[in-house]
């Protein structure tokens, strides 16, 4: 019993940083229509900003802000040469120029970097707390707290704030969002830079956890993409369950199944969800009118 | 007395058999076979021809699913790895034979080809992007992790070849004999039904299901040979290097493939040869680059999006497109007979019969308990003012919605639960309002997959019967002398009349018309009315969705209402355009 909560804990922990990643996933498709597969890669160069930025000597809180700013500029150069020049053609060709771009950053990031993974150590000195049977990890724990603020952020935003209803308009109806006055490439433009810095956000937190490394970025995506789906396409509570759901499953696979195959619940729990209730727990919106 | 007997023409098409117009074709392959076997190659040299040789293979598989279909695979490397380590653990530890393993390889992909698309291209094509990633990676990880049966990263040694084909020349001479064949296949399959189908489903998705098409089988058939492409590929791979290890069949790989496709152009195998060419070439000559890990990818990667965004039909694309637009424009279409519709009359006195026909969107009842009974032969008539479910109407009569009550009967035969392309071969045609023809196409192919529609009885055997049958159709609403045109460089009304000639190449039972007049100026209505009449004096039964009542009140003798979604006036069209409630829905009332 008291593995089983460990693991559980454990097992919500990842699934945040899984959730957060969705979560960029899911504003972007809902802005463009368009998968970014190049999510995960913005937490992987922002782990790696972390990294340098600690090494200089920079104080923590710093280099924090800085990788963040590093995201948003990200998020901007991402949209101006990848999404940008493509925004009038189909799906097809910005699936695949996203996965360009994917492919660009990870290998660029290890021909500067090499191939060894780095460490970077927690915000936290202390290393966690004891709560009855569970041990609670600093690190965890910040990550979880972290994912509960930015859920809650991320409601107030677009449910609240005037800046917010026009991204959803401009998600919903492009044509209509910009007879409205509503500058619809600036709005896509916060949708990229806010996903980056998000998708940022869930590398920084993770980090500690796992080695900083060149896969962490696809790892990280396959999962936050499985969970997307698990939780039902382009729905924001759906990213989050899902991601959550998909951690505890993991971590449980990885104690009692099978520690190498850890990586592959992920796709088993996927191919049995297209094929069983491809709609996800949430439900997809709806397709193409005719 | 059959169809054709009675057609005035003698055939106009006729095309030399497909044996001697591809004669070059079969010389040119048999000299590069003569020459792989012939010439005297170092062993660098005849390495990387037989890498070359067997990637273009794998790469075809890529030009078949993603050029012709539209459909992404990121997995053609694990596909290229199941064949490989097919050929080689069968050859190596399990001592089999050659030939049986290559087949056992090519199985093996095309279960799990199968497999992996029939779970997900019913969805969008995102999900099959990260599915294919995902069946990567775990391919990946089962081939380093099953130590036991894979040997881990150690790799298989020791693989065999033929006994036929045991000196390495010999067998590279045996691979570019492969490449030739299914280098053909690949050339030829965009002119077969099974090509114009996946041509179709990439242009147009829903179009295709109209048209009688079954989208979802042609995806999986298109994923299914990529598959298959992929693990012969690598069954040769494997029998030319005698060794392969898990790192050969990566992502990265995958990547390598799909750049390869892309530079060289997506859509031919010719592009297919091309890329894989350039990119195994290249790396030779700037082998400094690989000094640094990751430099090589990230270069990949680059290019992905330059291609991309200044190249989306990559090299080859580029050549060809000028050489069809050069084509277009001197190839004069054949001349054609007059459009002959037979509706077929297996039902009674009722073409479409719909009883109680429900459609609900959540709690908004869009089509709310409708009867409609269309009469054989004549134009029949459903209008309503916006938002009163027209449209809804006529996508769940065609299947793109599915009906929440209600039953539908075409012609004695139920299709209340039937997919579009199940409607369509039953002998159901359609346009739409916004026009969706297959871009890439000419207006000529375009209508040769609405003739291809299964059931039809107009057409005979063979790609002759089914070019002079589209240009009949294509002929019978002016347009015949522009067959070969790309559908760009028609106007809006233009592009209408392409979609009903479409439409009529199939020999429908019934042809739904939605909104035929939109967007189209008055020389045009007058034109599309003509037309309507040609239509309905040859016996074909037409029920139309349109707002304008001039063409509504002339062309039809019956005419339902519907308002809110529910049925408000039914009958002749005189009587029904003067009865009160039909007045005040369109007008208001006080």
Known sequence: ?290 | MSASDNMIPAPAVRSKPLIIRHLPYFIGAAVLVALAAGMQFDGYILNILLQATTFSIAVFGLSVVLGLCGQINLAQAAFFGFGAYAVGLGTADLHLNFWLCLVGACAITLVAGAFLGMSTLRLGGHYLAMVTISFQQIVTLVMINAVGVTHGPDGVANIRRPELFQSSQSYLAFCVAMLAIVGYLVWHLPDTKLGRAMRAVRDNELAAGVNGIDVFRTKVYAFAVCAVLGGLAGGLFAGGFAYVSPDQFSFAESIQFLTMSLLGGVASPIGSVIGTGLLILIPEWLRFLKSVPGLYLAIYGLSVILIIRFMPDGIWGFVSDAFTRWRAHTKAPPVAGALQLRPATTGGDIVLEVTGLSKHFGGLKAVDGVDIAVKRGGVHALIGPNGSGKTTTLNVLSGLYKATSGKIVLDGTDITNMAPHQRTAAGLGRTFQNIRLFRSMTALENVEIGAERPGNTMIGKGDDALTERAMEALTFVGLGSRANELISSFSYGHQRLIEIARALASNPTLLLLDEPAAGLNSTEKLELHELLKRIAAQGLTILIIDHDMTLVSEAAQHITVLNFGRRIADGESMAVLRHPDVVSAYLGSE
């Open chain 1, 1 to 290: 019993m008291d593995l089983v909560l460990q693991l559980l804990f454990t097992g919500i922990g990842i699934g945040a940083v899984y959730a957060l990643v969705a979560l960029g996933f899911v504003l972007i498709f809902r802005a463009t229509n368009v998968v970014n597969f190049a999510q995960g890669e913005f937490s992987m160069v922002a782990a790696y900003l972390m990294v340098v930025c600690v090494e200089l000597g920079l104080p923590y809180w710093l280099s924090f802000v800085i990788a963040l700013a590093g995201m948003a500029l990200l998020g901007v150069i991402f949209n101006l040469g990848v999404y940008y020049p493509l925004r009038h053609r189909t799906y097809l060709p910005v699936i695949i120029a996203t996965i360009g771009a994917s492919i660009l950053l990870s290998n660029s990031v290890l021909a500067i970097y090499g191939p060894q993974p780095q460490v970077l150590q927690g915000w936290f000195d202390t290393p966690g707390i004891q709560l009855g049977p569970v041990y609670l990890d600093s690190q965890y724990l910040l990550i979880i707290g972290v994912t509960i603020f930015l859920v809650l952020f991320n409601f107030w935003f677009f449910e609240k704030t005037l800046l917010g209803k026009k991204l959803q308009a401009t998600s919903q109806d492009k044509e209509m969002a910009s007879l409205l006055g509503i500058s619809v490439s600036t709005m896509i433009m916060i949708t990229f830079i806010y996903s980056a810095v998000l998708g940022g956000l869930a590398g920084i937190l993770v980090a500690p956890v796992l080695f900083v490394s060149i896969q962490m970025g696809s790892t990280i995506a396959l999962k936050a993409f499985a969970a997307t789906i698990i939780g039902g396409f382009g729905d924001v509570a759906g990213a989050i369950v899902g991601g959550l759901a998909l951690g505890v499953i993991e971590t449980f696979g990885a104690a009692y199944i099978s520690v190498p195959y850890k990586d592959g619940f992920a796709f088993l729990v996927l191919i049995a969800f297209l094929v069983f209730r491809p709609q996800g727990i949430f439900g997809e919106r709806v397709a193409e009118k005719a």
